[in-house]
Nanobody, 126 residues
Framework: QVQLVESGGGLVQAGGSLRLSCAAS????????MGWFRQAPGKEREFVAVISRSGSSTYYADSVKGRFTISRDNAKNTVYLQMNNLKPEDTAVYYC???????????????????WGQGAQVTVSS
């Protein structure tokens, strides 16, 4: 069983930066694509970014492209989300998620992820 634990959330002013980390337990981390999703109050969970198993491929939601960067360190079993130029509309609970081990591609769909973290609150004030 894989467990994911997010950290690094908090309160920041618009234009500021935060880096989220997601530490994974288990031996399957390097064999799984990893994604970040977010959910704002009253809204559905939405895709933010995904990174392939090796880290060679990354994809972003249009709303964060050019501001957010996803990366991973397979030696540390950790995936990161660097968030720059934050906006009030980025306020949400951010979740990291892991895909099924052994799948070579990536996905933007929540239903294609097997493991989820507990979430980290990010609040951006105007």
């Amino acid at each position: 069983q894989v467990q994911l634990v997010e950290s690094g959330g908090g309160l920041v002013q618009a234009g500021g930066s935060l880096r989220l980390s997601c530490a994974a337990s288990g031996r399957t981390f390097s064999n799984s694509y990893m994604g970040w999703f977010r959910q704002a109050p009253g809204k559905e969970r939405e895709f933010v970014a995904v990174i392939s198993r090796s880290g060679s491929s990354t994809y972003y939601a249009d709303s964060v492209k050019g501001r957010f960067t996803i990366s991973r360190d397979n030696a540390k079993n950790t995936v990161y989300l660097q968030m720059n130029n934050l906006k009030p509309e980025d306020t949400a609970v951010y979740y990291c998620a892991g895909g099924p081990p052994g799948y070579a591609g990536t996905s933007r769909r929540p239903q294609d992820y097997d493991y989820w973290g507990q979430g980290a609150q990010v609040t951006v004030s105007s």
